[in-house]
């Protein structure tokens, strides 16, 4: 089946530094990929779409400049979360989708911890 | 804009009794619908999905559900609890067209516990 290799799966980082995290659709092309974060307790946020070779597209409250994605490849999508504070601390979750399939396939997640 | 509400944030069954987990639904046109199950500190595994075919869904490990548009409900179902079936349980929605095309919304989820 189709597989969303995230790394790293944990990361602590101190206030002030940037940190990336990378997802990798190892089986399939990856058109569409959603990047999600989730507080201790609560449900996934959507924090931004970005499609292969375009900007990405980000939810209403959350900061372009500090949440970086890059979408350079069908394979490959980053997320750079940069200067981070405390607050960002939290469950980074991707989601590829292929084309307009109905099928979303989701990264193991990354736990960010800033210090 | 689509939503979707998971009634009771927890579930506690006896191992061997039926699982019942209440997802309600809005949207606006119509919705596609998934259940996923989280363990701790890892990422979403889809349990099944509605894609406008059947009604009745069946899924992984014996779970399986039902959509209602009548109720706007797709709860999920499994006979008999195992033990491993203890995790975090999230309904989604997702529509077809409009601004919202592809996206999924998630519910607040439902923790489910299973004891001996």
């Known amino acids: 089946g189709a597989v969303v290799s995230q790394h790293p799966s944990r990361v602590i980082c101190k206030s002030g530094t940037s940190v990336k995290i990378e997802c990798r659709s190892l089986?399939?092309?990856?058109?569409?990929m959603f990047w999600y974060r989730q507080f201790p307790k609560q449900s996934l946020m959507l924090m931004a779409t970005?499609?292969?070779?375009?900007?990405?597209?980000?939810e209403q409250g959350v900061e372009k400049d500090k949440f970086l994605i890059n979408h350079a490849s069908l394979t490959l999508s980053t997320l750079t979360v940069t200067s981070a504070h405390p607050e960002d601390s939290s469950f980074y979750i991707c989601?590829?989708?292929?084309?307009?399939?109905?099928?979303?396939?989701f990264g193991s997640g990354t736990r960010l911890t800033v210090v | 804009a689509q939503s979707v509400t998971q009634l009771g944030s927890h579930v506690s069954v006896s191992e061997g009794a039926l699982v019942l987990l209440r997802c309600n639904y809005s949207?606006?046109?119509?919705?596609?619908l998934f259940w996923y199950v989280q363990y701790p500190n890892q990422g979403l595994q889809l349990l099944l999905k509605?894609?406008?075919?059947?009604?009745l869904v069946k899924g992984i490990n014996d779970f399986e559900a039902e959509f209602k548009k009548s109720e706007t409900s797709f709860h999920l179902t499994k006979p008999s609890a195992h033990m491993s079936d203890a995790a975090e349980y999230f309904c989604?929605?997702?529509?077809?067209?409009?601004?919202?095309?592809?996206?999924?919304?998630f519910g607040q989820g439902t923790i489910l516990t299973v004891h001996p």
């Open positions: 989601s590829a989708r292929e084309g307009t399939a109905r099928g979303y396939t």
């Open positions: 089986d399939f092309q990856a058109t569409t």
């Open positions: 970005s499609n292969e070779g375009s900007k990405a597209t980000y």
């Open positions: 949207s606006s046109v119509p919705p596609y």
């Open positions: 509605y894609t406008s075919a059947a009604t």
């Open positions: 989604a929605v997702s529509v077809s067209g409009g601004t919202s095309y592809g996206k999924l919304t």
